[in-house]
Every structure is written in C-alpha cells, then in structure tokens.
C-alpha cells in the first residue's frame, strides 16, 4: 500500500463525521434537489465532487499558498462566489411565480444548471481550498515516498464519499420535492425557501474571515 493503512481508515472516519454534518455544500444540493429532481440533485453533487477534484489537485501542487502570500486574492475570490450564490437565490425567489412550460414541467433547476452551479460556488470558496490543504497532509506519510499518490488516493475517498453521502441527500430531497412541486403553492414555497438557503450561504461565506 502506497499509504498508511491506520492513518487512511482515520481519514476515512473523520471524513465520514464531516460529510454527514450538515454544512454548505449539503445544504446547497438539498435545495437543487429540492428545486430540480433527483437528476438535478445528483449532479449538484458531481458538480460539487469536481470542485473537490480541483482543489486536492491545488493541494497536491501547493498551490494556495497564494492565499497566503497575497491575502487580496483570497478575499476576491471568497466575495466573488458569496456574490454568486446570493444571485441565484435571488433567482429564484424572483422566479417563483413564474409557471414551467410542458415540456420542463415539474422541475426547476435543469441538470446542466445544477452542475455548473455546484462547481462554481465550492470552486469559488478559498475555505474549501485552505480547509484542503490544512486537511489532507494530516494523513499523509512523506517516509512512504509517492507523496502525489497519497495525495490521490485520500483525494479519490473524499470524492466517493461526496457521492455516497451529498449524492443521497440530493435524490432524496428531489423525490420528496417531486411530490410536492405538482402543487403550485408548495412550489412556491420551496422556491423561497431554497433562495433564501443560497442567500444564506452566500451571506455566510461573504461574513467568514
């Protein structure tokens, strides 16, 4: 085993702990879920794990020592996906009278939208970024040698994890959502109530130090 095998099932554990808290990014495919269907649930949750992909390939590199080095680009990047995540809740709370056409009947989020918002806002996030960094190195051992690969590899049990635990919650809230966007008022209600998590989060991430 290119790893340690007692330090990989802690990072296993600790990582389970942390995907099952609610935070950010279970809140944000909850409500795509919520908005869009199963479909569009799921592939919040792949457009969050592609992020993810991203930045352990930033830590592998050491690249965020950007944000260390030049604190400006930290703050630029973390105002730019608040600004993001705040628009599309204004989104759809804007939009929440708007009727579907037949042909997008039942859903309110397409597949592609729900992607690509799932990429940018965790892509946007420095913490993510920094959180990686600090996070990873922890259960990595230099005297194995192959540092990329462990690298890789605990990057490669966090994105399956995503999947298993995001990816659920995103299928789950999209069936129960299915069920209750045939009723209009109800609709209307998720619409709110999801803008208003996205205006949550961006709120939150813009406040963050």
Known sequence: MPIDQHLLALFALTTIVAMITPGPD???????????????????????????????????????????????????????????????????????????????????????????????????????????IAFLPQFIDPSLGRVWLQFAILGAILIALEFLVDGTVGVLAGRIGGWLRRRRAVRRRIDVATGGVFIGLGVRLAAER
């Open 26 to 132: 279970m809140l944000f495919v909850l409500g795509c879920g919520m908005r869009g269907g199963p479909r569009a649930g799921l592939l919040a949750t792949a457009g969050v794990a592609t992020s993810e992909a991203v930045h352990v390939a930033v830590a592998a590199a050491g690249l965020a020592a950007l944000f260390a080095a030049a604190p400006v680009a930290f703050t630029v990047v973390r105002i730019a996906g608040a600004a993001y995540l705040i628009y599309l809740g204004v989104q759809m709370i804007r939009r929440r009278h708007d009727e579907p056409d037949e042909a997008a009947a039942g859903t309110g989020m397409d597949g592609r939208r729900a992607y690509l918002s799932g990429l940018l806002t965790n892509l946007l996030n420095p913490k993510m970024v920094t959180f990686t």
